[in-house]
């Protein structure tokens, strides 16, 4: 509990500090992030780094944060390329490798390698995207307090009156009574956070927080889903006490990412 509570408090401050001054220090945040969500990832498939295709898929990871990266510096980037092109290119590149190295790289891992570049590519991008609006601080703020508000709600209602588990198969101490208290408490939030800081409205705060509490838990299910079926408890242990950096941030990508998706903050 102690390495838990230090790994909390210094992270907690570098991630906050970061997300205060915003900017290109948070896009290069993210996007090391991301290289780590990523990598995270590829080590729970056991593929090797050696992998060409492995290295390329990787740096296909940050193709979204070009066009941030020209938002955010007014600096347009010349890569021959559009992102999209590149990405393409990437996914061909790792179905021939399946050609020359006689299906020990497989189309499986072709096509796990992609799903991983977007889901943390996309998913930490859409977070920079959000940050990076006019009201990019107060909004990324409010989503973060929703979704660890759920998080707090599931796990406290859970454990006083959880009865009906909720997936069994994937997280086994997730219930249904839980998960509702989670949305409830996220919805007490947005209201009393609308009341002190009127930011979108009391009919979207509601509906936002709604959508996160639901979504931030799927997010969550997600991961578990994943390291699940590759037999591992924690995403990674860079973060002493809590894991990886998916275990911490595996609401968040997939919330930013459906926010962005349902034009809220598009």
Known sequence: MKTRIITG?????????LLYLGGLPFLAFMAILTLIGYTELVKMRQLSFKSIPVLLFGAGT????????????????SLGLTPIAWGMLIVLIGLFWTVFSKNVFTFDDVAFLLLTAVYVGVGFASFTYIRLLENGLIFSLLIILLIWFTDSGAYFVGKSLGKTKLWPA??????VE???????LAILLGVVFELIHP???MGTVVLLALIVAVVGQLGDLVQSAYKRHYGVKDSGALLPGHGGILDRFDSMIIVFTVLIVLGIFG
């Open 9 to 17: 408090i210094w992270a907690g401050a570098i991630f906050l500090g």
């Open 62 to 77: 940050l193709l979204p944060f070009i066009s941030l990266y020209e938002q955010a510096s007014d600096q347009l980037l």
């Open 199 to 201: 930011t979108v409205g």
């Open 178 to 184: 839980g998960a509702l208290g989670g949305v409830v």
């Open 170 to 175: 994937i997280s086994p101490n997730k219930t």
